[in-house]
C-alpha cells in the first residue's frame, strides 16, 4: 500500500469501552507511533493477521509503539463488549482493545474494511494505511521508519515475514475459491423453493443437491428467517453448502453442536477443522461443537485439494444461528 500521499491530523478515539487498557486517545500518546488495527472477532482475515500484531507489539513496544485493536462489529451477537472480552481472551491479544459497538471511530477514520490498519506518527498524523490481508513485511518496515523520526536511531531487526509467526505461513500457494457466503436473508444466497421469508419459520424441504449452484446454500427442516442469520426451528435442520475451496469456517451463536458430512460422508481425518472431531464411540458420523459465538473452523484443507465439495451441517438443536461462511483458499 502507497503512503498516504497528503499527510491528515489523525481522528481520536469515540467513546466506547475499553476491554483491556491503558485506555488511550491520540493526544494522550503524542511521541508514540500508534497503529490502529480495525478488526472483528469473526472476520478470518482479521484473525489470520493477529499473529503478526501479536509480535510486532513484543518487537516494538518498548521502543514506541502503541497498538490499539478497535473492534467494530459486523454482526449484533459480537458488538457485546462480554463478547468482545471472550475474544480478546481467547486469542491472547497482548495490546489495548477498544469496542466500537456503534461504529463511531470507525467513521472518524471513514473506514470500510475488515481488517485495517493505520499508522500515525509521533506528530500525530496519519502516515500509512493497509488493508485487508498482507502488506506485513511492508507494514513492520512503515513502524521501524516512523519509530526512527521519534527519535530511536535502531537498529532495526528484520521484518517478520511469516514463518517465524506462529500461526502464519510463507511459501503459500492460492487458487481463487467460493466468496464469502452470508446466510441471513439480507445478504444470503439461500437456493430452497421455499425462498427468504423474513422474520418467519418456514419449514424446507428436501433441494437435490445437484441443484445447489456453486457458491450457494440450501435449508432443510424449520428455520426462522432473519436479516442476518437463520436460526434453527428444531433438530435435526440442516444446511448443505457448494462450494470451491481448502478450508470452510462458519460463524454460529451460541454454543452447539452439529453433525459434518462432506460430500455425503463423515469429514476424513485429514480435513477436519480445529472444531471438528470424531462423533464417539461405535460412530463413524463426525461432529463440529462451538463453546460460544465465535468462527467455526469446519474444514481445514490440509491435504491441499482445491475442488468442489458439497457441506452439510446436520444441528441437533433448535436455536442456533447460522450467520456467514468464510473459505481458505491457500495452502
Not at 498482507?134 to 531487526?157: K, V
Request: hydrophobic share 40%; proline share 7%; charged share 25%.
Amino acid at each position: 500500500m502507497p503512503e498516504i500521499a497528503h499527510a491528515l491530523r489523525a481522528p481520536d478515539f469515540a467513546p466506547g469501552a475499553w476491554i483491556q487498557g491503558p485506555e488511550l486517545s491520540i493526544p494522550v500518546v503524542r511521541g508514540r507511533v500508534v497503529l490502529v488495527d480495525f478488526w472483528e472477532s469473526t472476520c478470518v482475515n482479521c484473525l489470520r493477521t493477529l499473529p503478526y500484531l501479536i509480535a510486532w507489539h513484543e518487537r516494538y513496544a518498548a521502543r514506541g509503539l502503541a497498538i490499539v485493536g478497535v473492534h467494530t462489529p459486523e454482526f449484533d451477537f459480537t458488538a457485546e463488549p462480554a463478547h468482545v472480552t471472550r475474544a480478546v481472551a481467547a486469542e491472547k491479544i497482548p495490546y489495548a482493545v477498544l469496542s466500537d459497538p456503534e461504529r463511531a471511530t470507525w467513521e472518524r477514520f471513514a473506514n470500510k474494511v475488515w481488517p485495517a490498519k493505520y499508522l500515525i506518527d509521533a506528530r500525530g498524523y496519519l502516515r500509512y494505511e493497509a488493508f485487508g490481508e498482507g502488506s506485513y513485511e511492508e507494514t513492520e518496515r512503515w513502524i521501524q521508519r516512523l519509530l526512527g523520526e521519534a527519535g530511536d536511531p535502531g537498529p532495526w531487526p528484520d521484518p517478520w515475514i511469516g514463518r517465524e509467526v506462529a500461526g502464519a505461513g510463507t511459501g503459500e500457494v492460492c487458487r481463487p475459491s467460493t466468496r464469502e457466503t452470508y446466510v441471513g436473508w439480507h445478504r444470503g444466497r439461500l437456493f430452497a423453493p421455499e425462498g427468504y421469508r423474513p422474520g418467519e419459520v418456514v419449514r424446507h424441504t428436501r433441494l437435490p443437491s445437484d441443484e445447489i449452484p456453486l457458491g450457494g446454500f440450501t435449508a432443510r427442516g424449520a428455520w426462522r428467517h432473519e436479516a442476518e442469520y437463520l436460526e434453527s426451528a428444531e433438530a435435526g435442520a440442516e444446511i448443505e453448502l457448494h462450494y470451491e475451496a481448502l478450508g470452510v469456517n462458519l460463524v454460529l451463536s451460541p454454543a452447539g453442536m452439529a453433525e459434518i458430512l462432506l460430500d455425503g460422508l463423515p469429514v476424513p481425518e485429514g480435513e477436519w477443522g480445529a472444531d471438528v472431531q470424531a462423533g464417539g464411540a461405535g460412530t463413524i458420523a463426525t461432529i463440529a461443537t462451538w463453546e460460544r459465538g465465535r468462527m467455526v473452523r469446519l474444514i481445514d484443507g490440509r491435504s491441499g485439494e482445491h475442488r468442489e465439495h458439497r457441506l452439510i451441517l446436520r444441528f441437533d438443536a433448535p436455536g442456533v444461528r447460522a450467520y456467514a461462511f468464510s473459505f481458505g483458499r491457500c495452502a
